[in-house]
């Protein structure tokens, strides 16, 4: 069974870190490239970080380069976001996801965990 299980997310202060994990169970992890999104409320889900199946590329949003740092260990079928300098904006449900690539065969979701940052 597949499975993408969010966790790390909280409410902080702006100006403050945290760092999402999401472990991925029952497909093979190493092969695939993972995503970060987020969706605030009344907005668009948007994508805010990529990063290919090795690890050695990695892609941002505008809006959160040189804030955010997406990384991943496939030994342990992890894929984190390192979230630093946080501000109010970046409060929104962030979502894992693995895609395969370059054909996105298979295209699974986490549940997503809940980010709040207060002002």
């Known amino acids: 069974q597949v499975q993408l299980v969010e966790s790390g997310g909280g409410l902080v202060q702006s100006g403050e870190s945290l760092r999402l994990s999401c472990l991925a169970s029952?497909?093979?992890?190493?092969?695939?490239?993972m995503r970060w999104y987020r969706q605030a409320p009344g907005k668009e889900r948007e994508l805010v970080a990529r990063?290919?199946?090795?690890?050695?590329?990695?892609n941002y949003a505008n809006s959160v380069k040189g804030r955010f740092t997406i990384s991943r260990d496939n030994a342990k079928n992890t894929v984190y976001l390192q979230m630093n300098s946080l501000k109010p904006e970046d409060t929104a449900v962030y979502y894992c996801?693995?895609?395969?690539?370059?054909?996105?065969?298979?295209?699974?979701w986490g549940q997503g965990t809940q980010v709040t940052v207060s002002s």
């Open positions: 996801n693995a895609q395969t690539w370059p054909m996105p065969t298979y295209d699974y």
């Open positions: 029952g497909f093979t992890f190493s092969v695939y490239v």
């Open positions: 990063i290919s199946s090795t690890g050695s590329t990695t």
